[in-house]
């Protein structure tokens, strides 16, 4: 397996943009995760989906983000407007009886 | 609730030498323990884990850790460190009924030739 793909790997956008990042699961994965990371705030849950359900959306920053999964091999995280602080790398993870994988990122930047 | 506290966010050490990164968590269930490495630029790789087996668990690069109940500890160990051991280690721990993580805030190795 390729393991979680990510794309785009990087993204730089003007502030007001709408962004989209793109997560594959592995295979036979039951649970999702979404990710974000920056030197203050350290690694942040996001949101998190079982069998394509979201379970929990607390970590969610604001409306402005939202999340979907519409089937067990695609998820996207969107961001729309995007501002400055949202400049962050954002990790995609799935998991399969507890071991969670992770995916290489997308590291955003918005200007 | 659970939680893990890391002691120690730089911990630097010579080649060769003890490399002893602290975790300490509180669980009010038996827990699942976790080590991930996450070397620059990269995604966070999973080192090892204890999910009630042996206490002492063997992982990748010649890392292991030890469940302590009694000391609510995990900490992880590496008798000699290499200099491609430099990166930043999280310890995270979950309640085995999600596959949800909480993790530690992390601890940056530093390995000096």
């Known amino acids: 397996d390729a393991g979680v793909i990510q794309s785009p790997r990087h993204e730089v956008t003007e502030m007001g943009q709408e962004v989209t990042l793109r997560c594959k699961p592995i295979?036979?994965?039951?649970?999702l995760f979404w990710y974000r990371q920056t030197m203050m705030r350290g690694l942040e849950l996001l949101i998190y989906?079982?069998?394509?359900?979201?379970?929990?959306d607390s970590g969610m920053p604001e409306d402005r983000f939202s999340a979907k999964m519409p089937n067990a091999s695609f998820s996207t995280l969107k961001i729309q407007p995007s501002e400055p602080r949202d400049s962050a790398v954002y990790f995609c993870?799935?998991?399969?009886?507890?071991?969670?994988?992770f995916g290489p990122g997308t590291r955003l930047t918005v200007l | 609730a659970q939680s893990v506290t890391q002691l120690g966010s730089h911990v630097s050490v010579s080649e060769g030498a003890l490399v002893l990164l602290r975790c300490n968590y509180s669980?009010?269930?038996?827990?699942?323990l976790f080590w991930y490495v996450q070397y620059p630029n990269q995604g966070l790789q999973l080192l090892l884990k204890?999910?009630?087996?042996?206490?002492l668990v063997k992982g990748i690069n010649g890392f292991e850790a030890e469940f302590k109940k009694s000391e609510t500890s995990f900490h992880l160990t590496k008798p000699s460190a290499h200099m491609s051991d430099a990166a930043e280690y999280f310890c995270a721990v979950s309640d085995r009924n999600t596959d949800k993580l909480i993790f530690g805030t992390g601890t940056r190795l530093q390995v000096f030739p």
């Open positions: 295979s036979g994965h039951d649970y």
């Open positions: 993870a799935s998991s399969f009886r507890g071991v969670q994988f």
């Open positions: 204890y999910t009630s087996a042996a206490t």
């Open positions: 989906f079982n069998n394509n359900v979201p379970i929990d």
């Open positions: 669980s009010s269930v038996p827990p699942y």
